[in-house]
């Protein structure tokens, strides 16, 4: 089992960190691995007619990663994953840009799409980011969806 978590800056290419996920996981044997999940969040240029010139995202260093950490833990307990990979940026990002990625390996696809999922839906709802938009009317900062907490809690009952 290989779990990366990270929270940098930088952008990301995700087809070198699937490669990546696919080479740690497999442990050479590459036939192990049936099913690669990803999903890649991406800076949106508006929301409802509100446009945005840009996103900020602002953490706290070690305290993030261990909550992301928790939770692949909690996916790797309920689902038959070879590999998970977390990767949340921070810092001033404009629309278009990646934010954040979610890689999950298996040996069949419904793990994988269910445990990148539930990894989505809890990073969404609890992971300790805080995002302020900045708007031709000023800046703000973005509050907790209400919407997000439902979809995280549908996991509860699973």
């Known amino acids: 089992m290989t779990v990366t978590v990270r929270i940098q800056q930088a952008d990301f290419d995700v087809g070198q960190e699937i490669a990546a996920l696919r080479q740690a996981s497999s442990h050479g044997n590459s036939s192990e691995i049936g099913a690669v999940a990803s999903f890649t969040g991406v800076c949106r240029g508006g929301d409802k007619g509100h446009e ?30 070879a590999g998970v990979t977390v990767i949340h940026r921070f810092g001033r990002l404009v629309p278009g840009d990646n934010i954040m990625m979610v890689l999950t390996a298996s040996a069949h696809r419904q793990a994988a799409f269910q445990a990148a999922e539930f990894l989505m839906d809890y990073l969404k709802a609890h992971a300790p980011f805080w995002k302020r938009e900045e708007a031709a ?16 809690a549908r996991w509860d009952k699973i």
Do not use: N
């Open 52 to 81: 945005i010139a840009a996103m900020t995202l602002e953490h706290y260093p070690g305290m993030a990663e261990a909550e992301i950490e928790r939770h692949a833990a909690e996916a790797c307990a309920r689902w038959p994953l």
């Open 137 to 152: 009317d000023g800046s703000k900062w973005v509050e907790a969806q209400q919407h997000d907490d439902a979809a995280a």
